[in-house]
């Protein structure tokens, strides 16, 4: 049985997406990191499963497709399977994340999140120290 991305948790975000994309307020910023936040989100973030572990601790994820743009780095991730073959021309290893979850490993040194990158949806989301 083939397992699948389940898309329907994000028709908010995406809602939000569309909306901050045609108006770019602080207003429909913070929506969207809220829904990041505190909403269902489910995200695809192109990375490396950890594959080994010591003294019972699994090893970090290692983000495949970190960006610098102005000296800000920036974290690529999906909001849908359609999204990702859209931007990727060969096959892309993703995990499925929950958004509250990317946003705590985020603390790491990530400052933007491109979602759903060289498509028509694509929304860059700051993150500030309060959000991460």
Same mark, same amino acid.
């Given at each position: @049985?083939e397992?699948h991305?389940?898309?329907? &948790?994000?028709n908010?975000? @995406?809602? *939000?997406? /569309?909306?901050?994309?045609?108006?770019?307020?602080? &207003?429909?910023?913070?929506?969207?990191?809220?829904? +990041?936040?505190?909403g269902?989100? @489910?995200?695809?973030?192109?990375?490396?499963?950890?594959?080994?572990?010591?003294?019972?601790?699994?090893?970090?994820?290692?983000? /495949?497709?970190?960006?610098? %743009?102005?000296?800000?780095?920036? *974290?690529?991730?999906?909001?849908?399977?359609a999204?990702? %073959? %859209?931007?990727?021309?060969?096959?892309?290893?993703? +995990?499925?994340v929950?958004?509250?979850?990317?946003?705590?490993?985020? @603390?790491?040194?990530?400052?933007?999140?491109?979602?759903?990158?060289?498509?028509?949806?694509?929304?860059?989301?700051? *993150? /500030?120290?309060?959000?991460?």
């Amino acid at each position: @049985m083939e397992a699948h991305f389940p898309e329907e &948790a994000n028709n908010r975000l @995406m809602n *939000l997406m /569309t909306i901050a994309r045609n108006d770019q307020s602080a &207003a429909n910023d913070a929506a969207l990191v809220r829904e +990041l936040k505190e909403g269902k989100v @489910m995200l695809l973030v192109p990375a490396e499963p950890p594959t080994s572990r010591r003294e019972g601790v699994d090893a970090p994820v290692v983000f /495949t497709h970190v960006v610098e %743009r102005d000296g800000e780095r920036c *974290l690529l991730a999906f909001t849908s399977e359609a999204a990702v %073959r %859209r931007f990727a021309a060969e096959d892309l290893v993703c +995990l499925g994340v929950p958004a509250n979850d990317l946003l705590r490993v985020c @603390m790491g040194g990530i400052d933007v999140i491109v979602l759903d990158p060289n498509t028509p949806n694509e929304v860059c989301v700051c *993150l /500030t120290p309060d959000e991460k």
